[in-house]
């Protein structure tokens, strides 16, 4: 009987484990969420509301795109159907996929409980993943950051993206995840996940953003303060350069400021700049950033003054620049077919501009002939080592995946900490090379200052010369009436007259123009002055005149040439004339005719004409200078003859003349000298 009871004990125990095991396996089919769940470990997060949960641990992954990755009913077991774990505290690139590229898939099966008393709505933090995503939750999508492809759009380094889940409760979260394809500086450790997603209520994920942006704002205090300085200095550089449009070292400190700053701009502030719109404009500042270095280089070691160092700065120059250009514009080719012909690009490019990158070394070296003072080598010396220094570090992160070289990451390094700041070797190298940089501009700019200081003085002095040389007030001559005007186009002129009494009532006038302008020209109208009124003490005759002028401007003149026109006028109004090439006068509406002659200083051998008119009551006889001829207009018309005879037909005073010419657009020093025979002089002749 007991033997009896047992079997059937055992019969009725089997009986009944049957109808269980079917069960089981009907939820199985039937339950798709639950056979998931089984497949792969579910991260259980409780209590949230209170703080912030990290959805760490073994996430499922799985290499390519398909739209059915996000769905939960998916089966994911690791080593099914391509599916493997991997975590998200590091790039997949740093766990079993480096250098991939394109489209991967993230899953984690979660199970969200919120603390008793807490909203059931959550939100999640997601920190640096390469590049784009979407999120999904059970196969919806819920948000994302950035566009994948078609058509990608991805930042370079962004902050923290938050985004809310909702009223989660059981599921699986999925990231749909791309990586852009490698630049020539990229490792091959990237792609996904850098950290953990953190989930929470939203109050505690925008108190960890808060946190974040407020941590990182701090690590970036030293980097702001450089960058503002690099921009007053850029600021202040380029007005100076405005006020003085010489100075030429002022305008390269500026390009080299404002690349710096524009790429500091691009790449660390955080700017929502797309990755190719950023990485695209900083190829050729980068560029831009090393030629405005190599010409306050050129200009600070004195260097400008060499035609062929000059010539070849200028042609690299337009080499970096091109080259950078380009290759900014290889940045946005993202299609599989023509990635590689573009990384090929890059890499040729990024050769060529590497490899004129050490030129300053070639200007310290050419330096080193010049004796200069400390505050312009010291610039040559921190613009040598950081330019080499920036070599280095982009020479060895170039083709890092191949070559796995870590030295880009060790000068990276911090080599001290100063309130939250990291001041690495490349941070130090700027620091030094901005002092030095604003040192040896303030030296050279005052050094220019004083130059210009001496140069106005000089200017000052040849103004208060010509004061002399074309005086302004006018001395009386008998029967006629006399206007004068002096406009010169720079500072100081070429323009000439002058006005001496002769022997017998009878006055000598001479007017003339210097070709050339500025202080050159001054000075030699004042060895013509000089020799004027002397050789007017033994002769009165304007033909003699010219002579003995032309004989003394032999070898003085340096390939120049002065025109100048003589006359005596006498008491009863008869006027001797003789000219060196100087524009004819006009006798009221009329131009005279004058025999032709050089001008002045071209060849002793010169032969001078003399011819006389006279001037009869009421006549307007004037004498003028090439600059009222050939005044032009915006359109570039000249004033010319058919305007000068309309103007001189008004019986114009001198300045309204000049006035007129101004007007109309000067071009060249203008002088303008009137005279009008008077009724009561030629009344007096009569009575005589």
């Known amino acids: 009987m007991p033997q009896h009871a047992f079997r059937a004990a055992l019969c009725c125990a089997v009986f009944c484990c049957i109808p269980a095991g079917l069960s089981a396996q009907s939820s199985t089919s039937t339950s798709p969420s639950t056979a998931t769940a089984a497949a792969a470990s579910v991260l259980s997060l409780e209590d949230l509301g209170r703080g912030l949960a990290q959805v760490d641990g073994a996430w499922q992954f799985h290499l390519g795109d398909d739209p059915s ?80 492809p078609p058509g990608p759009v991805h930042y370079y380094r962004p902050p923290a993206q938050t985004l809310g889940l909702g009223p989660i409760t059981d599921g699986v979260l999925a990231f749909r995840v791309w990586k852009a394809p490698l630049n020539s500086f990229d490792s091959d450790q990237l792609g996904g996940f850098n950290f953990p997603p953190l989930i929470g209520s939203p109050a505690a994920i925008g108190a960890r953003k808060a946190q974040l942006d407020y941590e990182w704002m701090r690590s970036q205090q030293f980097i702001f303060a450089l960058t503002s300085l690099y921009a007053l200095v850029m600021v202040l550089s380029l007005l100076f350069w405005l006020r003085d449009r010489s100075q030429r070292l002022l305008l390269s400190m500026a ?205 000052k002095s040849a103004r208060e010369l010509q004061q002399i040389l074309v005086p302004e007030a006018l001395p009386d001559i008998s029967g006629f009436t006399l206007t004068s005007a002096y406009k010169p186009a720079a500072e100081v002129g070429g323009d000439f007259f002058q006005i001496i009494s002769l022997p017998g009532s009878s006055t000598l006038i001479v007017l003339g123009d210097v070709s050339g302008k500025g202080l050159k020209a001054a000075m030699t109208v004042s060895l013509l002055v000089g020799a004027i009124r002397m050789v007017a003490e033994t002769s009165s005759s304007p033909a003699e005149i010219l002579a003995a002028l032309n004989r003394r401007l032999e070898g003085r003149m340096q390939g120049g040439f002065a025109t100048c026109i003589a006359l005596r006028l006498d008491p009863d109004g008869s006027c001797t004339l003789a000219t060196a090439g100087h524009p004819a006068p006009f006798l009221n509406q009329r131009e005279l005719e004058l025999p032709g002659a050089l ?90």
Request: hydrophobic share 45%; glycine share 8%.
């Open 69 to 148: 990755y996000g769905s939960p009913n998916l089966d994911d077991t690791a080593g099914h159907n391509g599916w493997e774990a991997l975590t998200t505290d590091k790039t997949w690139g740093s766990q079993s996929h480096p250098a991939y590229v394109g489209f991967a898939w993230y899953r984690r099966h979660v199970h969200v409980q919120p603390a008793a008393g807490q909203s059931p709505d959550m939100a999640m933090l997601i920190r640096n993943v390469d590049d784009a995503y979407e999120v999904y939750w059970n196969g919806k999508l819920i948000g994302g950051f950035g566009k994948l």
């Open 255 to 459: 390009v080299y400021c404002f690349a710096l700053v524009a790429g500091i701009f691009l790449l660390s502030l955080r700017i929502p700049f797309s990755n190719d719109f950023a990485l695209g404009w900083f190829q050729p500042l980068f560029v831009l950033q090393d030629v405005g270095l190599w010409y306050v280089l050129l200009y600070i070691l004195k260097l400008d003054q060499s035609p062929g160092i000059a010539r070849a700065t200028r042609i690299l120059a337009i080499i970096a620049l091109v080259g950078g250009s380009l290759d900014g514009l290889l940045v946005p080719v993202t299609s599989p077919q023509y990635v590689p012909m573009a990384q090929f690009a890059d890499a040729v490019l990024t050769a060529v501009t590497t490899i004129i990158e050490p030129f300053p070394l070639v200007l310290v070296a050419f330096g080193l002939r010049q004796r200069l003072d400390a505050p312009r080598w010291l610039v040559a010396i921190f613009a040598s080592l950081a330019g080499m220094f920036s070599v280095l570090r982009i020479g060895v992160q170039q083709g890092a995946r191949f070559t796995h070289w870590k030295l880009a990451d060790k000068i990276d390094a911090p080599l001290f900490n100063v309130l939250g700041n990291n001041v690495s070797m490349q941070g130090l190298m700027r620091v030094c090379l901005l002092v030095a940089i604003v040192y040896g501009v303030y030296r050279y700019s005052r050094e220019a200052s004083l130059r210009q200081s001496i140069l106005e003085q000089e200017f």
């Open 599 to 688: 001008p002045l200083g071209i060849t002793p051998q010169a032969r001078y004409e003399e011819t006389k008119i006279q001037l009869r009551e009421g006549d307007h006889f004037a004498l003028y200078t090439d600059g009222l001829l050939e005044a032009r207009n915006s359109t570039g018309e000249l004033y010319g003859f058919g305007r000068l005879n309309i103007l001189f037909g008004t019986y114009p005073t001198a300045l309204k003349a000049t006035e007129e010419a101004v007007a109309f657009g000067q071009n060249d020093d203008i002088t303008v000298l009137t005279l009008t025979r008077s009724q009561s002089a030629a009344l007096n002749l009569a009575t005589a």
